[in-house]
């Protein structure tokens, strides 16, 4: 039964309408199908956190914990999003992840973290060695994390050396009513254009793309002249599923449903095809009840999906008009 609600909940999980692509995607937590399990066990991902109820909700293809509902935000638990699991800690990482052979500072920050843990004996040598691959595939299966011995942002988390990613969000000012970007589409609340948007990340390539910095959880749109055009905030993955490297927009959907048939995911653009299905940029996730959103716009920076980046409706539009099938998409 736990392996039919473990596939059933794989985040961002779509059955497509009027597509261009596949009859059916599944955006997927493949490589995190342990800690799925965990969700839908109803076990605490974090040490010290509450333990999650016996049942999820799902919200727009993605496990949440049931929680009390204000409007159309739902309040999680502590713990999922990170915001609160750095204060104690006496270092934190400075890359996004960590794996065997590596060295430096954050190498010794792991260590040091392994050590207060109790999985780690010796002194932080800030090299990534075998003896530090076994401590943390040790922590990992204790806590019920994907054990793979790399340690990203669920592992962080756990050790409390994950860093404050509000501070890694550069938020730019509301735009004036009426706004346009460079190539004349409105502006979103959470987005800007031209001199006006934060710097283009260094080695992203060159032509027409789409940048997706997921530390700051910032797109920039690129032209062809390496112009950018316009640049917003999303909501991407609260997992290590976002696969950082050069990608191609390989299918457009108008609309798409959840598995479940209760969210809508308007204007989707899939760029990372996985073995159980695709992830993408779309607009915010709809209650097909009633069409209302499942996320604030103001929300948007913050971590809440499963898989996908949730875009302001204003930039899913933008987004969908810019990108043709084969647009290149370059992911940080």
Same mark, same amino acid.
């Given at each position: 039964?736990l392996?039919?609600?473990?596939?059933?909940?794989?985040?961002?999980?779509?059955?497509?309408?009027? #597509?261009?692509?596949? $009859?059916l995607?599944?955006?997927?937590?493949?490589?995190?199908?342990?800690? !799925?399990?965990?969700?839908?066990?109803?076990?605490?991902?974090v040490?010290?956190?509450?333990?999650?109820?016996?049942?999820?909700?799902?919200?727009?293809? !993605?496990a949440? +914990?049931?929680?009390?509902?204000?409007g159309?935000?739902?309040?999680?638990?502590?713990?999922?999003?990170?915001?609160?699991?750095? /204060?104690?800690?006496?270092?934190?990482?400075?890359?996004?992840?960590?794996?065997?052979?590596?060295?430096?500072? #954050?190498?010794?920050?792991?260590?040091?973290?392994?050590?207060?843990?109790?999985?780690?004996?010796?002194?932080?040598?800030?090299?990534?060695?075998?003896?530090?691959?076994?401590?943390?595939?040790?922590?990992?299966?204790?806590?019920?994390?994907f054990?793979?011995?790399?340690?990203?942002?669920?592992?962080?988390?756990?050790?409390?050396?994950?860093?404050?990613?509000?501070?890694l969000?550069?938020?730019?000012?509301? +735009?004036?009513?009426?706004?346009?970007?460079?190539?004349?589409?409105?502006?979103s609340?959470?987005a800007? $254009?031209?001199?006006?948007? @934060?710097?283009?990340?260094?080695?992203?390539? /060159?032509?027409?793309?789409?940048?997706?910095?997921?530390?700051?959880?910032?797109?920039?749109?690129?032209?062809? %002249?390496?112009?950018?055009?316009?640049?917003?905030? !999303?909501?991407?993955?609260?997992?290590?599923?976002?696969? @950082?490297?050069?990608?191609?927009?390989?299918?457009?959907?108008?609309?798409?449903?959840?598995? %479940?048939?209760?969210?809508?995911l308007?204007?989707?653009?899939?760029?990372?095809?996985?073995?159980?299905?695709?992830?993408?940029?779309?607009a915010?996730?709809?209650?097909?009840e009633?069409? $209302?959103?499942?996320?604030?716009?103001?929300?948007?920076?913050?971590?809440?999906?499963?898989?996908?980046?949730?875009?302001? %409706?204003?930039?899913?539009?933008? !987004?969908?008009?810019?990108?043709?099938?084969?647009?290149?998409?370059?992911?940080l």
């Open positions: 039964m392996i039919a609600v473990v596939s059933a909940i794989i985040a961002c999980t779509f059955i497509s309408l009027a #597509s261009s692509g596949d $009859s995607d599944a955006a997927g937590l493949a490589a995190n199908a342990s800690e !799925v399990a965990a969700l839908a066990a109803g076990e605490a991902k040490p010290g956190t509450p333990a999650l109820p016996p049942t999820a909700a799902v919200t727009a293809g !993605v949440t +914990p049931t929680t009390t509902v204000t159309t935000a739902t309040t999680e638990l502590p713990g999922l999003d990170g915001s609160d699991l750095t /204060s104690s800690a006496t270092c934190v990482m400075s890359v996004l992840s960590l794996r065997h052979g590596e060295s430096g500072e #954050s190498v010794r920050c792991l260590q040091s973290a392994l050590i207060d843990a109790g999985y780690y004996k010796g002194a932080p040598t800030g090299t990534f060695d075998q003896a530090t691959f076994t401590a943390v595939e040790k922590m990992q299966a204790e806590r019920n994390l054990v793979d011995g790399i340690v990203g942002r669920e592992s962080a988390i756990s050790l409390a050396i994950w860093p404050d990613e509000e501070s969000v550069i938020r730019t000012p509301k +735009p004036a009513p009426g706004s346009k970007d460079l190539m004349g589409y409105p502006l609340s959470v800007t $254009s031209g001199p006006d948007a @934060p710097p283009l990340p260094p080695n992203t390539g /060159s032509g027409k793309r789409l940048v997706y910095e997921r530390a700051g959880q910032r797109v920039w749109a690129v032209d062809k %002249n390496n112009r950018v055009i316009r640049s917003w905030l !999303v909501s991407g993955s609260k997992y290590s599923n976002e696969l @950082p490297g050069t990608h191609k927009v390989y299918s457009k959907s108008d609309v798409s449903t959840a598995w %479940n048939g209760k969210a809508w308007p204007k989707m653009v899939r760029w990372l095809k996985t073995d159980i299905g695709a992830i993408g940029f779309h915010i996730p709809l209650h097909v009633d069409d $209302s959103p499942y996320m604030k716009e103001s929300e948007l920076g913050t971590r809440l999906s499963g898989g996908c980046q949730r875009q302001a %409706n204003a930039d899913a539009d933008f !987004v969908w008009d810019f990108v043709d099938i084969g647009t290149t998409v370059v992911v």
